[in-house]
């Protein structure tokens, strides 16, 4: 198993950036498949990015393509999620996840570690 703790988090302004870590623990880091999922305070929790094992394409949800980046460093077995243009609407706890698979996976229950979660609140 892997223990994971996300970082990052703070408080922006729309248009600004923000890079959130996700460091793991316990296991090799690179057989895992890692996922960033978001939740709003009233809303469910919703896919964001997902990356397999080592490489370098990552899966998007369409409210996030071409302004996030995920990407991960398996050295330092860490998962980054690079946040562009920001907007209040990504206003949300953001939780990386992380499952023993070779493909990318989408699906909340899919993922079966799970991290605490960082806060981004974007102002308008």
């Known amino acids: 198993q892997v223990q994971l703790v996300e970082s990052g988090g703070g408080l922006v302004q729309a248009g600004d950036s923000l890079r959130l870590s996700c460091a793991a623990s316990g296991d090799t880091f690179s057989s895992y498949t890692m996922g960033w999922f978001r939740q709003a305070p009233g809303k469910e929790r919703e896919f964001v990015a997902a990356i397999t094992r080592s490489s370098i394409s990552g899966n998007y949800a369409d409210s996030v393509k071409g302004r996030f980046a995920i990407s991960r460093d398996n050295a330092k077995s860490t998962v980054y999620l690079q946040m562009n243009s920001l907007k209040p609407e990504d206003t949300a706890v953001y939780f990386c996840?992380?499952?023993?698979?070779?493909?990318?996976?989408?699906?909340?229950?899919?993922?079966?570690?799970w991290g605490q979660g960082t806060q981004v609140t974007v102002s308008s």
């Open positions: 996840a992380a499952r023993y698979s070779p493909v990318v996976l989408t699906r909340e229950n899919a993922y079966n570690f």
